[in-house]
């Protein structure tokens, strides 16, 4: 957006960033666009008024959070089609990125009015940016479940995987899930958790599985406040064309899990330890 570009244009609705912990990411048009928005969809109004109030901006709050999303979607579209226009904040960070908002935007696309976005902090793109795990490819999987059988499935995942993944994470369960990761990947799979990002206590820690693992074991500073979680790629041999999955499966299906997971590796060349984790997850 240029110099002069209107910051509130009628029908419009804006997804606007805030910060992740440190208020000096609030952008100057973050600001422009809240306060000349004719009305501010909020997760929770009390803590964007808050904001709003530090930066001296009045705004027309409403809220919008995951339980009330698609009832709220059609007032707003109404509201864009009255010519109105529309801002969507959450808490922190990204609206839509693991917190509500995609819903509002789809509907609000297919609607056929602008939706325009006012970038600023994002919790796993600061982490990526910082961690020293390759950034030219990545997955996210939003955050990692509650319940450990589904939580070891999600780290199954990353096995074979060649992108750095990257997982958000809560500090109730950030050491049981680091022991997870250990006992699905292994402890030598290099990996970074980023915690408190752009806080006073920012912290990344790095090295491989079972080192940071120990690290935040042993000081429970480390299990305090915000986490995302990254882990780093598997080079992928280029001689192993049968996938995993497709082999171990029939396998499974005739023998023992232990011979199925030893035969299933001399096929594909995996470790014996990879293909009997894959296939746990499987089930
Ligand atoms: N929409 C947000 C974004 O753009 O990052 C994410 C919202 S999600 C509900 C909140 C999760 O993001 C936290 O539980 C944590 O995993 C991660 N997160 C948010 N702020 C963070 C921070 N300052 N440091 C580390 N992780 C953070």
Do not use: W
């Not at 006012?118 to 990545?138: E, H, K, M, N, Y």
């Not at 693992?213 to 882990?231: N, P, T």
């Not at 011979?259 to 014996?272: D, E, L, N, P």
């Amino acid at each position: 957006m240029g110099i002069g570009t209107v910051s509130n244009q009628s029908s419009t609705l804006y997804i606007v960033a805030t910060p992740i912990g440190n208020l000096g990411d609030m952008t100057p048009r973050a600001i422009e666009v809240l306060a000349s928005a004719s009305v501010v969809a909020a997760e929770d109004t009390r803590h964007t008024r808050q904001l709003l109030q530090h930066f001296q901006v009045e705004a027309d709050l409403l809220s919008l959070h995951e339980h009330n999303e698609r009832e709220r979607c059609d007032g707003l579209l109404q509201r864009l089609a009255a010519g109105d226009s529309v801002a969507l904040v959450s808490d922190a960070g990204t609206p839509a990125i693991s917190d509500p908002g995609f819903v509002l935007v789809r509907e609000a696309r297919r609607a056929g009015y602008e939706v325009v976005s006012v970038p600023g902090a994002c919790a796993l793109i600061a982490a990526l940016s910082i961690a020293g795990l390759p950034t030219d490819r990545f997955v996210f999987d939003g955050f990692l479940p509650h319940k450990r059988g589904a939580r070891q499935q999600v780290y199954a995942r990353y096995l074979r995987e060649s992108r750095t993944a990257v997982l958000y994470e809560s500090s109730h369960r950030i050491a049981q899930s680091l022991a997870d990761l250990v006992e699905v990947l292994g402890g030598e799979r290099m990996i970074a958790v980023a915690r408190e990002l752009t806080k006073r206590y920012e912290t990344v820690l790095s090295g491989t599985a079972q080192e940071v693992l120990a690290q935040v074991e042993d000081d429970d500073k480390q299990r305090k406040g915000e986490f995302v979680v990254l882990i780093n790629g598997v080079e992928v041999v280029p001689s192993i064309d049968v996938g995993l999955e497709a082999v171990l499966r029939p396998l499974a299906e005739a023998l023992p899990p232990k011979k199925a997971a030893a035969v299933a590796s001399q096929i594909t060349g995996c470790r014996k330890k990879e293909a009997y984790d894959f296939l746990l997850s499987l089930k």
